[in-house]
C-alpha cells in the first residue's frame, strides 16, 4: 500500500497561485510516476500534470506554461507550483502515484473566484 497525503488548496483569486504538495508514504517501488489530476463539477477526471523519478515530464495544454510541477525523490514528494490561476482551473485535485500500481489521494479543494 501507498499512502498519499495532499495539501495546499484554498480559495484564491483570478490571477492568483497556489502551491499542492503530496507526500508518499508506505511501500514505495521504483520506477514510479506521481502527478496530479483534476475534476471539476460535472466533468470527469483528467490529468493535469505528472513526473517520473527519471524525470520525464507531462503537462496539458491547458495548464502548460502557467504551472510547474516539480518532485522531490528523496522525500517521495510532488509539487504542483499553479500560478496565473483561472476560473477554469477550479475543481478537485488529486494526488497520483503510479508505480506496480496506482493510488490516488483524497483530494484538495482548489477555487478560483473573485
Known amino acids: 500500500q501507498v499512502q498519499l497525503v495532499e495539501s495546499g488548496g484554498g480559495l484564491v483569486h483570478p490571477g492568483g497561485s497556489l502551491r499542492l504538495s503530496c507526500a508518499a508514504s508506505?511501500?514505495?517501488?521504483?520506477?514510479?510516476?506521481m502527478g496530479w489530476y483534476r475534476q471539476a463539477p460535472g466533468k470527469e477526471r483528467e490529468l493535469v500534470s505528472t513526473k517520473a523519478d527519471n524525470g520525464y515530464t507531462t503537462y496539458a495544454d491547458s495548464v502548460r506554461g502557467r504551472f510547474t510541477i516539480s518532485r522531490d525523490n528523496a522525500k517521495n514528494t510532488v509539487y504542483l507550483q499553479m500560478n496565473t490561476l483561472k476560473a477554469e482551473d477550479t475543481a478537485v485535485y488529486y494526488c497520483?502515484?503510479?508505480?506496480?500500481?496506482?493510488?490516488w489521494g483524497q483530494g484538495t479543494q482548489v477555487t478560483v473566484s473573485s
Open positions: 497520483r502515484w503510479i508505480g506496480l500500481k496506482s493510488y
Open positions: 508506505g511501500d514505495i517501488s521504483r520506477p514510479n510516476t
